[in-house]
C-alpha cells in the first residue's frame, strides 16, 4: 500500500515538474506575442499566466470532474493548448518578435498578410478574456461537484443468491386454528339429600371420553351501514328472484346429497343452512331428520 502511495505521488512530481519547464519554455513566446499586439510590460509579463495557468486549471479540473463537466474541461484544455501553439509558432517565425535579454518588444505585424495578421491579433487579445469566462465556469462546476458515493461491497455477495421480497397479507399462508377439544363431564344422579352425611366424592374424570370438534371457518361479514336507507318504494318484478320456493321434501333430498359424506360432528344447522341455502328454521329441522334417520 505504501509503495502505491509513493509511486502516485512521484507521478504528480514529475507532471509538476514537466509542467513547470514546460511553461518556462513558453514563457518568453507569449510575452513577446504580448508585448506585440500592445501590452505594457507588466501585461506582457502577467501574459503567460493567462494562457498557460488555465491550462493548468483546465487539467485539475478534469482530474475531478466526470460526465459532461469533464468533456466541458477537456475542450477547454484542448483549446488553450492549441491557441499557445499557434503564438509560440508564430513567434518562431517572426524574427521581429524576438526579445534582446528580455527587452520589450515594439508594437509590430504577427504576420505579413492581412487576414493573418488580424487573425493572430485577435487570437492573442482574446485569450485574457476567454481565461476569465472559462476559469469562473470551471471553477464553478469544482466547487459545485458532488462526487458519485462508492457503494459497500456485500460480504458473500457471490454466494447469496435468494431475493427477499416483502409478501402482503393477503398472500401469506393463512393458519388454521386447531379443533376444539370438548370433554364430557358426568353429573352424579340427584337423590335425598342428608344434611348430616358429607357431600359425595366425585371420580376424576377420564381424559379418553372426548370429542374432537371441526374448526370453525373464517368468513368475510359485510361491514353495517349506519345510514338509514330510505324507502325506494315497490319492488319491481324484474328484480324478484325467479327460483321456485322448494317443498320441505326438496329441501330433505337436497341436504341428504349434501351432507352424504359429512361426519355427524359436522352435521349443524349452520353448515345445512349454507350448503341448501335455506332458512335457519328449516335448517334446523333438517338437521333433526338427518340426524334421527342416522341414529335410526
Known sequence: MNLHRKGRAALVLALVGVVGMAFRVSWNALRDIAGAVGADETAATLYPFVVDGLMALALIATLVLTGDARKFALRVLGTYTLASLVLNYVHGLVPELHSDGGARVDWTRLADWDPANWALVLLATSLPVGSIYFGSDLVAKVLHHRPTPIATPIENAEESTETTMKRSTADLPESTPEPITATLVRVPDQGPVDHVKSSPVFKP??????????PIERRAVPAESTRSRRATGRLPDAAKSTRPKRTPHELLIEARKA?????????????????????????????DTLLAERAG
Do not use: F
Open 205 to 214: 374424570i377420564p381424559q379418553g371420553d372426548t370429542v374432537s370438534l371441526a
Open 259 to 287: 351432507t352424504a359424506d359429512w361426519p355427524d360432528a359436522k352435521v349443524t344447522a349452520e353448515g345445512i343452512r349454507r350448503e341448501v341455502r335455506t332458512s335457519p328454521a328449516n335448517a334446523r329441522m333438517l338437521r
